[in-house]
């Protein structure tokens, strides 16, 4: 269920940091999708293709759609037609597939580099010392249907409010030294923050939260 006094609450908090809230709707039916919009949310989260491609065909048209799920290549054909940005791109292959099937669609398809800064083996991403060489290779301008906006970046799961703001501030100066890298044509993104500790990503220079159970409730 879309908890409406919630979403209003979050919305006056990120009003001073000029941020972006992505609602994350994985596992939650199209019905609490319909909800959100009701009260003004156009920017979804999903992590699963193929729970991505039912809910699409059924939802306004004039939805930004968020991939922030681990993308396998050989899914990217299905969501290249419609998917506004991919949030967790962790591979040059998964970006030459990117940019191969937003070509394919005549389109261009927005991306963050997904970066490891968690302390936890399982979290997907990029090293910073891999986003530096991506970069410095110049590799983006080798892509025609893709635009580099920016990173995302997920901390570690703990009660350890310090670490998890040293991994902000982490991800945060990364962002900072790379601000040249990215399309000057777009705004600047730096996603990172989720309902455990989206206070202290906003404060460590988030632009972007992506939140699900506040929301939505508990999965
Ligand atoms: C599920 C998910 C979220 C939302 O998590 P909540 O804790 O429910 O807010 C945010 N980002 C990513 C990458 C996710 O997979």
Sequence with gaps: MFNT????????????????LIAVTKTKPVTDIEAAIQNGQMLFGENYV???????????????WHFIGN?????VKQIAPFIHTVQTVDS??????????AASNNRVIKVLLQVHIAKEEAKFGF???????????????QYNNI??????????NTDDTMQ???????????????????????????SMGMTSDYKIALDEGSNMIRIGSALFGSR
């Design 5 to 20: 006094e919630k979403y209003k609450k979050i919305c006056e908090e990120l009003l001073p940091y000029k941020a972006n």
């Design 50 to 64: 193929q729970e991505l491609v039912e809910k699409v065909p059924v939802l306004p048209k004039n939805i930004q």
């Design 71 to 75: 993308l396998q290549r050989n899914k």
């Design 92 to 101: 040059r292959k998964l970006l030459n597939e990117l940019n191969k099937h």
């Design 127 to 141: 090293s910073e010392v891999e986003v530096q060489m991506l970069v410095d290779e110049g590799v983006f301008e």
């Design 147 to 156: 635009s580099f906006n920016g990173l995302m970046g997920m901390a570690t």
């Design 164 to 190: 998890v703001r040293s991994e902000f501030k982490q991800l945060y100066g990364l962002y900072k030294s790379l601000s040249d890298a990215f399309d000057r044509n777009e705004s600047p993104v730096l």
